[in-house]
């Protein structure tokens, strides 16, 4: 077999390692919220107190790099607007909706301290399903009654960065527009605009890094894009196996020995490191593909189950947490899949 020389060269059809990277990603986000969750403290994890990060806040880096690369991607092969925003509703809202009348109706019934008919008379409830089923008119977090007694009451705070992403997808919906509406090459000039936003928006996210400032959005949107503008310079990014390992041995050393070493050069490689790992291992970590994608029921799903247990199980620690929480969840995301979001996205073709 031909070795690529670019990550191009190994983005042929479907058959890579993103829905495995995903599925890690949502693993992670378990793993976290099972400290934080089963503890009650936000810092219990040992990775924060070490350097500062969370696996999860790693694994939602990971998943606005993919993102970026993924979307950036549909949308250059597509060159439809309207199929590109329909392919987007189709990945995210089936699985959302069947998850929030599940959470609803299995978990925030159950563990409501209201009865049946306040609990479906509180304005609460309905506020809950239609302003997250939407994501776009603020989130709400807590439903009647429920989980009263636990450290947190958000039913589930997981779903915090789907409305981030929606708001990176209409960026690049805007751009598209915005390069119709004045007649240019739109894959040439969307090229240079995912990469201009990429470099600004990294930048400015060190600056705030430096000054000790909070800049949530622009970091975000500095991933995503980077993952973008990855995906549009493809064809002039080496993969790199010696380049890899030195950025993964860089980091490990800076993680040890230099944190703020360690957060600069977590931001400029985890970009190169995510599509590297997506495209390039071949080999038997391929089959996970037959398996299916997993990973957005795991991450829709984690946080209710999660304060379910801690509810029913007082004293349940973190890695009691982490694996009674992902048997429950798994099943939860298998049938997910299966049954709904897989359906979902044969539907894609209708819409051309």
């Given at each position: 077999m031909k070795v690529g020389k670019y990550f191009h060269d190994y983005a042929i059809g479907h058959n890579n390692n993103f829905n495995l990277l995903r599925f890690v990603a949502a693993s992670l986000v378990l793993v976290t919220h099972s400290f934080a969750i089963s503890?009650?403290?936000?810092?219990?994890e040992p990775l924060r107190t070490a350097l500062g990060i969370t696996l999860g806040s790693v694994a939602v880096d990971i998943f606005y790099i993919a993102s970026g690369y993924l979307v950036t991607s549909s949308l250059l092969f597509r060159k439809n607007l309207r199929e590109f925003i329909f392919a987007r509703a189709l990945r995210i809202f089936p699985g959302l909706w069947v998850s929030l009348a599940v959470t609803t109706l299995a978990i925030g019934l159950w563990f409501t301290s209201f009865s049946f008919t306040a609990f479906f008379s509180d304005p609460g409830t309905w506020k809950f399903l239609v302003r997250n089923a939407v994501l776009i008119s603020g989130l709400v977090w807590t439903l009647p009654g429920a989980f009263f007694g636990n450290p947190?009451?958000?039913v589930n705070g997981s779903l915090w960065s789907l409305p981030v992403e929606i708001k990176m997808y209409l960026v690049l919906a805007a751009i598209w527009i915005g390069l119709g509406l004045l007649r240019l090459d739109k894959a040439r000039w969307l090229s240079a605009a995912c990469v201009s936003i990429a470099v600004v928006g990294t930048g400015l996210s060190l600056i705030y890094f430096l000054d000790g400032a909070q800049s949530?959005?622009?970091?975000?949107?500095a991933m995503f894009f980077s993952g973008a503008a990855v995906r549009v310079l493809q064809n002039r990014i080496r993969a790199s196996h010696a380049f890899a390992f030195i950025l993964v041995i860089a980091l490990l050393v800076a993680a040890v020995q230099h944190r703020i070493a360690f957060d600069i050069l977590y931001r400029l490689s985890l970009p190169y490191l995510v599509i590297y790992f997506a495209l390039v291992p071949a080999g038997i970590i391929r089959r996970f593909n037959s398996y299916g994608d997993y990973s957005y029921g795991i991450y829709i799903y984690a946080f209710p189950v999660q304060q379910a247990l801690v509810?029913?199980?007082?004293?349940?620690?973190?890695?009691?947490?982490m694996g009674t929480s992902f048997a429950i969840t798994f099943f939860l995301a298998f049938a997910s899949w299966h049954l709904i979001e897989q359906r979902a996205l044969g539907l894609k073709a209708k819409f051309k």
């Open positions: 503890t009650g403290r936000s810092d219990s947190g009451l958000a949530g959005l622009i970091y975000l949107g509810h029913v199980w007082r004293d349940i620690g973190p890695y009691q947490m």
